[in-house]
């Protein structure tokens, strides 16, 4: 009877049973509202958009006001002016109040400096907006690998439970074989030493299960319970469009890190214009209005403010020489030009390459799925074959723990492929640029 029951003993190991656990789509929600990642990321977004109008201020008004209030105390005796103006002598001692309003109207009229750093600062805008839709597009990756990571080492703890127990009934009957004296001693020490070993392999899968579901639980801020698994009818279809190169250009053109590192390269263009400008005149509009009075208390009464002035001008300034500041900031922003622009080579190699490294993955990952999946029931077929002849006497010990063993790395290959399978496809259009939500509704449509 227990011939009979191993192979669907490892079957049922990996075979998904129905239920009503957390699916993809509430991982997905939790990370969303959680994810340190990603709130870094909108974090960056946010501060970077915040140099637009920082930049902008530079061109527009600029409104100031002022008021100065001046007392001045003199000891002894004071001179003060009469009404015929003769200068009188009076004792003891006084104080003058001054005071003064000011405002002042700036507007920049040509500042091309200032000009170029707006621009530059648009461009940053632009490329940290890229840079965080890369992170909400590997959010979307880094739910789905975590979620599968999980599901993976629970197949492989079922997988090494059921390889436990296939060693423990070979243990158990090639010892009672022995006592029988149908078997060997070797026969019995070699059945518990593969069955002690299994074991340790066993506790060693339930560890890595425990460090899947923090890792998931590092993503989602919240515990982890009973998982939906993926369903073992997969449609195994082709990456559409079924052609390498689109999938490269598509890369090429739409990967959110590699429009970062373009807007990043704009960005430092204007840059570069605005620290050339240093060497140009600027021309600014002004008006200014001023108003004086004073007041002293020798002569009470006869303190006033006088009639107020307004100026109104043209400023313009000329840089002649600032001990070589311009030059070396032209420089900087070459250099850092420069340096960007190798950034944005790199990833757009990058891009292309995994574009088609992803595809190829999908488009054989069909065959490779199939082929596994062909050989977990060849394997189950041996081993029953294998165990039948081991208990009639015409199999070895050792045919039959290759045959177990061979079932279970068979079975284990199976789930990581399969899930592999599903978790490149969406690697594949991340590459591309063109990962959303509506992806991740279908993967989560798999699971069961």
Do not use: C
């Not at 590997?138 to 436990?164: C, G, K, P, Q």
């Not at 340096?339 to 944005?344: E, F, K, P, S």
């Not at 990952?365 to 977990?376: K, L, P």
């Amino acid at each position: 009877m227990r011939v009979k029951l191993l192979p669907v003993l490892l079957l049922l190991a990996v075979a998904p049973f129905p239920g009503h656990g957390e699916d993809l789509m509430d991982a997905y929600r939790q990370a969303v509202a959680n994810d340190p990642v990603l709130a870094t990321a909108d974090a960056h977004r946010l501060l970077v958009a915040e140099g637009v109008p920082v930049a902008r201020a530079a061109l527009l008004p600029q409104l100031s006001a002022g008021l100065e209030m001046d007392q001045i105390h003199s000891g002894g005796s004071t001179q003060t002016t009469s009404g015929n103006g003769n200068i009188v002598q009076t004792g003891g001692g006084g104080h003058v109040r001054d005071r003064s309003l000011t405002g002042n109207l700036s507007q920049p009229i040509i500042d091309l400096s200032a000009i170029a750093n707006l621009r530059a600062a648009h461009a940053a805008r632009d490329a940290q907006e890229q840079v965080y839709q890369a992170a909400l597009q590997n959010l979307y990756v880094r739910v789905a690998n975590a979620y599968f990571n999980v599901l993976v080492s629970r197949d492989m703890v079922d997988i090494n439970r059921a390889y436990e127990d296939a060693y423990k009934q070979e243990y158990d009957q090639t010892s009672s074989r022995f006592k029988n004296g149908l078997s060997m001693a070797a026969d019995v020490s070699q059945s518990k030493a593969l069955y002690l070993f299994i074991k340790a392999q066993r506790i060693s899968a339930e560890d890595a299960l425990k460090d899947a579901r923090r890792a998931l639980q590092q993503i989602t801020g919240k515990p982890v319970g009973e998982l939906k698994k993926l369903r073992d009818d997969l449609p195994m279809q082709a990456p559409q469009p079924d052609n390498e190169q689109a999938w490269v250009d598509a890369a090429l053109k739409t990967n959110p890190t590699v429009l970062a590192a373009r807007y990043a390269v704009t960005s430092d263009e204007h840059k570069v214009t605005a620290a050339r400008a240093g060497h140009l005149p600027t021309l600014t509009a002004g008006v200014g209005y001023n108003k004086f009075g004073q007041w002293s208390n020798t002569m009470p009464g006869t303190g006033a403010y006088g009639p107020a002035t307004t100026t109104v001008g043209l400023t313009l300034t000329i840089p002649l020489f600032s001990g070589g500041l311009t030059h070396a900031q032209v420089k900087q922003a070459l250099y850092q030009r420069d340096a960007d622009q190798g950034v944005l080579e790199t990833q757009r190699r990058q891009a292309a390459r995994d574009a088609a490294n992803y595809f190829n993955l999908v488009t054989d990952g069909i065959e490779q799925v199939d082929s596994a999946r062909d050989s977990v029931e060849a394997a189950q077929k041996t081993v029953a074959s294998m165990r039948a002849g081991y208990t009639i006497g015409t199999q070895s010990l050792t045919n039959v723990v290759f045959a177990i063993q061979y079932l279970a790395n068979m079975q284990s290959e199976y789930t990581v492929v399969r899930h592999q399978f599903v978790l490149n496809k969406l690697l594949l259009k991340q590459a591309a640029g063109t990962i959303d939500m509506r992806d991740l509704e279908a993967v989560n449509g798999l699971l069961q």
